[in-house]
């Protein structure tokens, strides 16, 4: 078997990306994600781009991906960034790919001036926490909410 290599995403990757969306959302045992290729090509690229996307790649395919995005923390006054998702082929696990994966999205966010990297991870991904506290990360006190649908197109109204 062939060595991976990590590298930043392309357009023509929204496919293998979307495909590796959809099987998160399979692990996670949660509907499949409103995300495809078109979105990925439309949102992960050009001057006002939502997010970076990294892929990890083998014999010719794609077989993870992370997507990140910056943030600001005011409390540290610092940059970091965000990583949104990121999943690796069940076949490609416990051999590097994940963490290659991380510290690509480290990197890349240390280029922009970020000092630090947030990942979240679902309360009932054991495999996820493991994962990420055998890289070193550690759980913070915040929880998490979300606006959305209703909620949010109410609090976004005009006044």
Known sequence: MAEFRIRAA??????????????????????????????????????????????????????????????????????????????????????????????AAARAGRAQGARWLLLQVRRDNDLGQGFYKALGGREDLDRTYIFDGIVFESLAAPE
């Open 10 to 103: 392309h357009p023509e990757d929204g496919e293998a990306v979307a495909r590796l969306a959809a099987a998160l959302s399979r692990h996670e045992g949660v509907p499949a994600p409103d995300f495809n290729a078109e979105r990925f090509r439309s949102e992960g690229f050009g001057p006002d781009a939502a997010f970076a996307a990294i892929v990890a790649e083998q014999d010719g395919g794609v077989i993870g991906y992370a997507i990140h995005y910056g943030g600001y923390d005011v409390q540290t006054g610092t940059r970091g960034r965000h990583v949104a998702d990121l999943f690796v082929e069940e076949a490609h696990r416990d051999k590097g790919v994940g963490r290659a994966l991380v510290a």
